[in-house]
T-cell receptor
């Protein structure tokens, strides 16, 4: 365990389904991130939250909707996804967005869209 | 555009030494990270270099040359558990993390 917990670990969903990914950290970090990891591609930053406020949205399609109710919890709501959205979705946290002591990552949710 | 290059896959023998290279072209530089990621697990922090030179941490060392836009991760006395992907990431002038695609390292007995 890294201190960042993601659930579920695996998710299979149809293109018409609605599901949510959950991320939780109790490291006292103020910044949380959603990344998409596809095979043989660099990590793609999706969303950044700093002190519960969204500070970055990297042109992510609206079928992905983030929610950050507090500094410890981050959600990614999914609806009407496409097969190309199948990937590993990683959550990460850090002390802040301008501190470089590294990110702590969760183990990810392996998403398959059928 | 910004770019991080690292080999897709490398193979090495248990007990040997392997060097994983990373070259980068970014708008500014505020440091370089190396992360290790075992299959199905979270990436975990290995090293952070911001000044030129070699940083040693046990069996792992990381080197940086800012003038050449180059870093390497050196793994000594390889063990089977070192089989993993190794991710290189650079902090650019806007404090954004730019990631490489990762190098899959396969260790053979």
């Amino acid at each position: 365990e890294t201190g960042v917990t993601q659930t579920p670990r695996h998710l299979v969903m149809g293109m018409t389904n609605k599901k949510s990914l959950k991320c939780e950290q109790h490291l006292g970090h103020n910044a949380m991130y959603w990344y998409k990891q596809s095979a043989k591609k660099p990590l793609e930053l999706m969303f950044v939250y700093n002190f519960k406020e969204q500070t970055e949205n990297n042109s992510v399609p609206s079928r992905f909707s983030p929610e950050c109710p507090n500094s410890s919890h981050l959600f990614l709501h999914l609806h009407t996804l496409q097969p190309e959205d199948s990937a590993l979705y990683l959550c990460a946290s850090s002390h802040g967005t301008d501190t470089w002591d590294g990110y702590t990552f969760g183990s990810g949710t392996r998403l398959t869209v059928v | 555009g910004q770019n991080i290059d690292q080999p897709t896959e490398m193979t090495a023998t248990e007990g040997a030494i392997v060097q994983i290279n990373c070259t980068y072209q970014t708008s500014g530089f505020n440091g370089l990270f190396w992360y290790q990621q075992h299959a199905g697990e979270a990436p975990t922090f290995l090293s952070y270099n911001v000044l030129d030179g070699l940083e040693e941490k046990g069996r792992f060392s990381s080197f940086l040359s800012r003038s050449k836009g180059y870093s390497y991760l050196l793994l000594k006395e390889l063990q089977m558990k070192d089989s993993a992907s190794y991710l290189c990431a650079v902090v650019d002038s806007n404090y954004q993390l730019i990631w490489g695609a990762g190098t899959k390292l396969i260790i053979k007995p």
